[in-house]
Antibody, heavy 117, light 110 residues
Framework: QVHLVQSGAEVKEPGSSVKISCKAS????????MQWVRQGPGQSLEWMGW????????RYSENFQVRVTFTTDTFANTGYMELSHLTSEDTAVYFC??????????WGQGTPVIVSS | QTVVTQEPSFSVSPGGTVTLTCGLD?????????PSWYQQTQGQAPRILIY???LRFSGVPDRFSGSILGDKAALTITGAQADDESDYHC??????????FGGGTKVTVL
């Protein structure tokens, strides 16, 4: 049974960084890409990019390329998403998801991030 | 920047049929975009319904179906039920390991 369990809610000040974790279980972590998606308040989903669980290869959306870093800890079957230089527009729920082919079959529960002074 | 278009909202009667669409601001959606559809209930994570245009994910009721209609991808709910009231998001594969989501459609069942 596949599970993706994310770290808890965060409150950050503008200009700071946030790092979210996503612990995977129930599938071979190294064999699949982990996607990151966010959803602002009342907004739709926004694709941020992915990281391969085994090789560490990454692909970032152009919208986040300069501010986001994906990493993994293969021993802990955990992926991480770090977003820097936060502004109020980064207030959102951040999701990790497992890739299968060209779609995302299992999702984490989401991590709310509030950026406020 | 690629914009994927969806209707903002739809209303359907219980037992009725509704078809949501997913288009591109420039060009047509085809099977090469591998359209997928996700259902999201308030406060929950998205859940995959349809992938690769018309394939139903395991456990998804057969009242959900996917297709290409004209130049758009489509999700049809046949025999809508109260618990189908959700947001529905389409996602397109743009090549080069890049994906884009649509704006989402809010479906009300009443």
């Amino acid at each position: 049974q596949v599970h993706l369990v994310q770290s808890g809610a965060e409150v950050k000040e503008p200009g700071s960084s946030v790092k979210i974790s996503c612990k995977a279980s129930g599938y071979p972590f190294s064999a699949y890409d982990m996607q990151w998606v966010r959803q602002g308040p009342g907004q739709s989903l926004e694709w941020m990019g992915w990281i391969n669980g085994g090789t560490g290869e990454v692909r970032y959306s152009e919208n986040f390329q300069v501010r986001v870093t994906f990493t993994t800890d293969t021993f802990a079957n955990t992926g991480y998403m770090e977003l820097s230089h936060l502004t109020s527009e980064d207030t959102a729920v951040y999701f990790c998801a497992k890739t299968r082919g060209n779609f995302f079959d299992f999702w984490g529960q989401g991590t709310p991030v509030i950026v406020s002074s | 920047q690629t914009v994927v278009t969806q209707e903002p909202s739809f209303s359907v009667s219980p037992g009725g049929t509704v078809t949501l669409t997913c288009g591109l601001d420039s060009g047509s959606v085809s099977t090469s975009h591998m359209p997928s559809w996700y259902q999201q209930t308030q406060g929950q994570a998205p859940r995959i319904l349809i992938y690769n245009t018309d394939l139903r994910f395991s456990g998804v009721p057969d009242r959900f179906s996917g297709s290409i209609l004209g130049d758009k991808a489509a999700l049809t709910i046949t025999g809508a039920q109260a618990d189908d009231e959700s947001d529905y998001h389409c996602m397109l594969y743009m090549g080069s390991a890049v994906w884009v989501f649509g704006g989402g459609t809010k479906v009300t069942v009443l």
